[in-house]
């Protein structure tokens, strides 16, 4: 089976399910899930799907603050892993315009990384100490699937599907820690986590037709 088709469209039941652990740590502050788009406000098209969480409970501040530097704290882990596993997909690339790509997308990451070490500099706050597993087993698994295709040399199809699915996770944690800062009404870093997030969505649009949380998009 081609890795884009466990890749291209989300991954696999494990790779859902990792998106979902974001969507849980949510729950307790959003209602309803519809399309997001790339302005960050909802699809002209979309309703509200009338999803809701059943006898979900404010968060106190201490409870959203702890989320929060988690949150970031577990944004931080995640980019280390990409800047660790990106240029095993570069390495694999024939296409030159992709390989260029994923280069770029490696020193966005190193970007994204230091921007982080800033925010959490700024609260007083270490940005290690926390493990995203989701972006763990994500890259394992395309580590696993590409050793699995190694003896048809995984295509370039492939590689921009692995990169898709790593990027569109990245997109719902800073979504997630967007909607956190803003909840606690900390300004500066919702305008940092939109720029990086404005940066995310104009290199994959695609992800603007996934449901997010409708909390994600409020701003106070």
């Known amino acids: 089976m081609a ?3 466990s890749f291209g469209s989300g991954g696999n039941s494990d790779t859902r399910a990792a998106n979902c652990d974001v969507y849980l ?13 790339r302005a960050g406000r909802p699809c002209p098209r979309s309703r509200e799907s009338g999803i809701t969480i059943a ?15 988690r949150k970031l704290r577990m944004l931080y882990c995640s980019e280390l892993q990409l800047i660790s596993f990106l240029p095993e997909l570069t390495a ?42 989701s ?6 698994e395309s580590r696993e699937a590409l050793r699995e295709a190694a003896w048809h040399f995984p295509g370039d199809d492939d590689l921009r599907a692995i990169s898709g ?34 940066l995310l969505l104009d ?5 603007c037709d996934a449901p997010v949380p409708a909390g994600l998009l409020a701003r106070y």
């Open 3 to 5: 890795l884009k088709q």
């Open 25 to 37: 740590q949510f729950a307790a502050t959003s209602g309803s899930l519809f399309p997001w788009n």
């Open 55 to 69: 006898n979900a409970r404010p968060l106190m501040p201490t409870e959203l603050s702890s989320l929060f530097f």
């Open 92 to 133: 694999r690339a024939s296409e030159r315009d992709l390989r260029a790509r994923l280069q770029q997308e490696l020193e966005l990451s190193r970007q994204r990384r230091d921007t982080l070490e800033v925010m959490a500099a700024t609260h007083q706050i270490s940005s290690a100490g926390d493990d995203c597993d």
């Open 135 to 140: 972006m763990r087993r994500l890259i394992n």
């Open 165 to 198: 699915a790593l990027h569109r996770l990245q997109i719902l944690n800073y979504g997630v820690a967007r909607s956190l800062a803003n909840r606690m009404r900390l300004a500066d870093d919702v305008d940092q986590l939109d720029g990086l997030l404005d």
């Open 203 to 207: 290199r994959y649009p695609e992800t």
